[in-house]
């Protein structure tokens, strides 16, 4: 192991124990009027660069948070990496060498320190390594590296009289920045590195130019009096097993905090903690210049709203707040959201793997995996809550976060905590740069690739730093060592026994994402997978791992998606090469398309894109209500969960996606949302066997189970209604609809089969709508299916949402598998996002539908609603 310093894990480990950061106090960002210049025209030193004399007049508008390549593009000198192949018209950074995109950042603010004021600068991310200079002086005493190791300094001493400040950093890339010779990875050497890896390349995404050089997180200035209270820790034990909405037994909440004296005298003063109304606190003393861990007594909450994972009740949030106190003035404070709940884990010997569980109940989990929110780090709140929110309108309960990308961000889980999606954290671990594998196209062979990163400490530091920024979020469930691999012994030995029990000590940590200790791999091969398109009877037939942390499948867009980065010439329809995952097409190849096989052919030979992306989302749709489906009908029988391998793009791919890079979904989301379902009713493609689910924790009594089929004409035949009874958490077969199905036609044309779950007030708690091909396996009946009549009429019923009443007469077809859309009335442009009760919906003759569209971030609302159906041609409706 190559050691960068000469410093011992166990040192790195104190050091996180009692110094690190955390944002507090009065704050203000810095993120506008930054200016930046290349290495290469810059001759002058940090300290001359930092005063605020030195001329800016040839510098350029940067991007802070951000980074070059956002930079450049934001200064129109590079195109948009994420259309065509221009990313391919970029300079890649091995080619160039480092200097390239080595930069200079500069930004100039106004802060003066008041009496008994202390002013500290944080950075809450560079990558990769950095000076710091401020008015003339340089901030940092050691040179600072490492992506993920956030920084703080006292800047008290250095702010100018007259509050006219010049911040001016260097920022430098990763070292090695790795070969993007099209492995996962590219040749693997950016694992060196502590920093993510998708940056070389991997099979969804093409290699970014600048590796990500630049001040990518937020720069902030915090003001606070003598002491600086950072860190805070809350950990919330909620002890039995618990129903939401009722009446709580008490919860029990510990809270600690790491409190700094910057004064060169001693202090004493109180620690305080308030929440719900109740408080606790501690007189404390601290020694000059010193920093010291402060643990205060336990706080009993008597009654307590909990926090629960998405379909199984509230995400209660309560705001803590924690405050120093000298002489009975405040010195600093902060707010803390907590969600109080308690996660367990159970190993279940019959399915050989474990079962997670919030507040006593255990959880059967339909996860997705995350890699990031956008490959060039352009994360904003908006975004965050939008991709979260979908998460959760797909009835997902928990997103991994893939040991390639980052520690996620603060926003990120701010979103999970408010819309209930567990968490899995991987720290920066792949078995593929990592060295689980032998690999022809990495640098070094496997036992080398062992022991990345070179600077295992460093490893170590930026990891404890990470727990403490993110570890009171209700939302994080489980700490994961790494994507496929564990880390070296010595880390995993420092995570486990150090970082996690001193810093942590209340959750789950798996070594490795496929690790027996998850999911005991009886079947062979890796634990994980497959990733590619898959008949709908595989989900229910086959048995595979019993928690499965990567299974997936295809993703793509509709025609409006994929003409928002296909070139005119490039919209073809894709023909994918013998044995090889490439297609005719280059671009499609180029964003790392993944073939359908044969799926699209019982539909009808595609004629054209449009025509082939309008079919493929039959596919989707199929794919991903089949797969959550299959796994649901084993529930503690054969699983404890499975996790989607992904449900988003960091880029414009054609795989992979339950939506796309512009936010804008696809069929996949609505087919996952439908199989994801809390309470779901459901039909075996293979047996034809009706099944119904209770994910929730009380047994529903007198559900009603319609079930009726449709010829393609739209003629109904009624097959049975039936009361239905059904335990908490488990899943029970019902009855067989084979034989109803054929007599509606089924053998020649294909049919339709409607489920409904209803109340006693017949209220529809689950529908779901399944068409079958004929006895060959072939659509007939849909290619030759007669054209809807569908009604549609829409109207803005508040600020920002639209509803859209759709109707069907007796005498018609079904209106099969209708998309809608929110346009902007003047250009018809899709308005972005858009989030859909349901969609991509069907309506029986006779039937009606509400769909509910909600555009949050939306400007105005001159809009009309765009609707297109199998058997609709596309029209535009007014909102009145």
């Given at each position: 192991m190559n050691l960068v310093h000469s410093r011992k894990i166990v040192l790195f480990l104190i050091f996180c124990l009692f110094v690190s950061v955390v944002w507090a106090g009065p704050v203000t960002e810095l993120s506008n009027n930054w200016k930046c210049a290349p290495i290469a025209q810059v001759k002058a030193s940090g300290e001359k660069v930092s005063q605020p004399g030195f001329s800016l007049s040839k510098w350029k508008p940067a991007v802070v948070p951000g980074t070059v390549l956002t930079t450049l593009l934001?200064?129109?000198?590079?195109?948009?990496?994420?259309?065509?192949?221009?990313?391919?018209?970029?300079?890649?950074?091995?080619?160039?060498?480092?200097?390239h995109y080595t930069y200079w950042f500069v930004n100039d603010f106004r802060k003066k320190a008041a009496s008994g004021e202390q002013v500290w600068l944080h950075f809450r991310g560079v990558n990769y390594s950095c000076d710091v200079?401020?008015?003339?002086?340089?901030?940092?005493?050691?040179?600072?590296?490492?992506?993920?190791?956030?920084?703080?300094?006292?800047?008290?001493?250095?702010?100018?009289?007259?509050?006219?400040?010049?911040?001016?950093?260097?920022?430098?890339?990763?070292?090695?920045?790795?070969?993007?010779?099209?492995?996962?990875?590219?040749?693997?050497?950016?694992?060196?590195?502590?920093?993510?890896?998708?940056?070389?390349?991997?099979?969804?995404?093409?290699?970014?130019?600048?590796?990500?050089?630049?001040?990518?997180?937020?720069?902030?200035?915090?003001?606070?009096?003598?002491?600086?209270?950072?860190?805070?820790?809350?950990?919330?034990?909620?002890?039995g097993v618990r129903l939401p909405g009722k009446n709580q037994d008490p919860a029990i909440i510990q809270t600690s905090a790491e409190l700094v004296n910057a004064e060169g005298q001693s202090v004493t003063g109180k620690l305080i903690v308030e929440i719900g109304g109740k408080s606790v606190e501690l007189e404390v003393t601290l020694d000059a210049n010193s920093t010291k861990v402060v643990n205060l007594p336990e706080l009993v909450f008597q009654n307590p709203k909990l926090w629960w994972p998405a379909g199984y009740g509230d995400q209660n949030l309560y705001s803590l707040t924690m405050k120093f106190m000298v002489d009975g003035k405040l010195s600093d404070e902060e707010q803390i959201t907590v969600g109080i709940r308690e996660i367990q884990r159970k190993w279940n010997e019959h399915t050989r793997s474990m079962q997670l569980a919030v507040n006593g109940q255990k959880i059967f989990i339909k996860g997705g995996n995350w890699i990031i929110s956008d490959a060039m780090?352009?994360?904003?709140?908006?975004?965050?809550?939008?991709?979260?929110?979908?998460?959760?309108?797909?009835?997902?309960?928990?997103?991994r976060i893939w040991g390639g990308a980052l520690p996620e961000r603060p926003e990120f889980y701010d979103a999970c905590n408010k819309y209930g999606l567990l968490v899995i954290q991987d720290f920066w671990m792949s078995g593929d740069c990592n060295g689980r594998w032998v690999d022809p196209k990495k640098k070094d062979d496997q036992w080398t690739r062992r022991q990345y990163p070179d600077d295992h400490n460093l490893f170590v530091e930026s990891a404890a730093d990470m727990v403490k920024m993110i570890r009171n979020n209700p939302s994080l469930a489980v700490w994961c060592g790494g994507n496929e691999i564990a880390p070296p012994q010595d880390i995993l030995d420092a995570l486990r026994d150090s970082v996690l029990a001193?810093?942590?000590?209340?959750?789950?940590?798996?070594?490795?994402?496929?690790?027996?200790?998850?999911?005991?791999?009886?079947?062979?091969?890796?634990?994980?997978?497959?990733?590619?398109?898959?008949?709908?009877?595989?989900?229910?037939?086959?048995?595979?791992?019993?928690?499965?942390?990567?299974?997936?499948?295809?993703?793509?867009?509709?025609?409006v998606s994929l003409r928002r980065f296909l070139p005119k010439e490039n919209e073809v329809v894709p023909v994918e090469k013998p044995h090889s995952e490439a297609v005719t097409d280059d671009v499609w190849t180029y964003h790392k398309y993944i073939g359908y096989g044969k799926s699209i052919e019982p539909y009808g030979q595609a004629t054209d894109m449009e025509d082939f992306a309008r079919k493929a989302q039959l596919v989707n749709y199929n794919q991903y209500r089949a797969l959550m489906e299959g796994f649901s009908s084993h529930m503690w029988d054969w699983y404890t969960g499975s996790i989607i391998w992904k449900t988003q793009n960091t880029w414009t791919a054609l795989r992979g996606q339950m939506y796309d890079y512009y936010l804008d979904p696809n069929a996949c989301l609505y087919g996952l949302r439908?199989?994801?379902?809390?309470?779901?009713?459901?039909?075996?493609?293979?047996?034809?066997?009706?099944?119904?689910?209770?994910?929730g924790f009380t047994e529903q009594n007198d559900l009603m189970l319609v079930a009726k089929a449709y010829d393609m004409k739209g003629n109904e035949n009624f097959i049975t209604q039936v009361i239905v009874y059904i335990n908490p958490s488990s899943t029970k077969p019902i009855m067989s609809v084979a034989g109803s199905l054929k007599q509606a036609g089924g053998d020649t044309d294909?049919?339709?089969?409607?489920?409904?779950?209803?109340?006693?007030?017949?209220?529809?708690?689950?529908?779901?709508?399944?068409?079958?091909?004929?006895?060959?396996g072939v659509y007939s009946g849909l290619q030759a299916m007669p054209a809807s009549k569908l009604q549609v009429s829409a109207k803005i019923v508040e600020n920002n949402k639209v509803v859209v009443m759709l109707k069907n007469?007796?005498?018609?077809?079904?209106?099969?598998?209708?998309?809608?859309?929110?346009?902007?009335?003047?250009?018809?442009?899709?308005?972005?996002?858009?989030?859909?009760?349901?969609?991509?919906?069907?309506?029986?003759?006779?039937?009606?539908?509400?769909?509910?569209?909600?555009?949050?971030?939306?400007?105005?609302?001159?809009?009309?609603?765009?609707?297109?159906?199998?058997?609709?041609?596309?029209?535009?409706?007014?909102?009145n």
């Open positions: 934001e200064n129109k000198e590079v195109p948009d990496p994420f259309y065509g192949m221009n990313n391919e018209k970029i300079q890649d950074i091995y080619e160039t060498g480092r200097d200079f401020l008015n003339g002086k340089k901030v940092n005493d050691e040179w600072h590296y490492g992506m993920f190791l956030r920084q703080v300094y006292n800047i008290t001493e250095l702010l100018a009289a007259d509050g006219n400040n010049r911040l001016a950093v260097v920022v430098y890339p990763v070292d090695p920045v790795g070969n993007p010779n099209g492995g996962q990875g590219g040749d693997g050497v950016i694992a060196r590195n502590v920093s993510h890896q998708y940056v070389a390349g991997w099979d969804w995404i093409q290699p970014i130019r600048d590796r990500n050089t630049g001040i990518w997180d937020k720069v902030t200035i915090e003001t606070t009096q003598s002491v600086n209270l950072q860190n805070p820790h809350v950990v919330t034990s909620v002890p780090l352009r994360f904003t709140p908006e975004r965050y809550d939008a991709e979260i929110r979908y998460h959760r309108d797909m009835n997902l309960n928990l997103i001193k810093l942590d000590g209340t959750r789950w940590f798996i070594s490795y994402s496929n690790s027996d200790s998850m999911s005991y791999n009886f079947l062979g091969g890796n634990g994980d997978g497959p990733y590619g398109i898959q008949p709908d009877s595989i989900f229910w037939q086959h048995r595979t791992w019993p928690f499965n942390s990567e299974v997936g499948s295809v993703g793509v867009g509709d025609a439908n199989g994801s379902e809390p309470l779901h009713v459901m039909c075996n493609p293979v047996t034809k066997m009706v099944s119904v689910v209770n994910n294909g049919s339709f089969l409607l489920l409904q779950l209803q109340n006693q007030k017949q209220e529809v708690l689950s529908e779901n709508l399944y068409w079958f091909p004929n006895a060959a007469p007796e005498d018609a077809p079904v209106a099969f598998f209708n998309r809608l859309a929110v346009v902007d009335a003047e250009t018809l442009e899709r308005v972005l996002p858009v989030f859909a009760n349901d969609n991509y919906v069907s309506v029986v003759p006779g039937a009606e539908k509400t769909i509910e569209l909600e555009c949050p971030q939306a400007s105005g609302n001159n809009w009309k609603i765009s609707v297109e159906g199998w058997n609709f041609a596309n029209q535009y409706f007014p909102t």
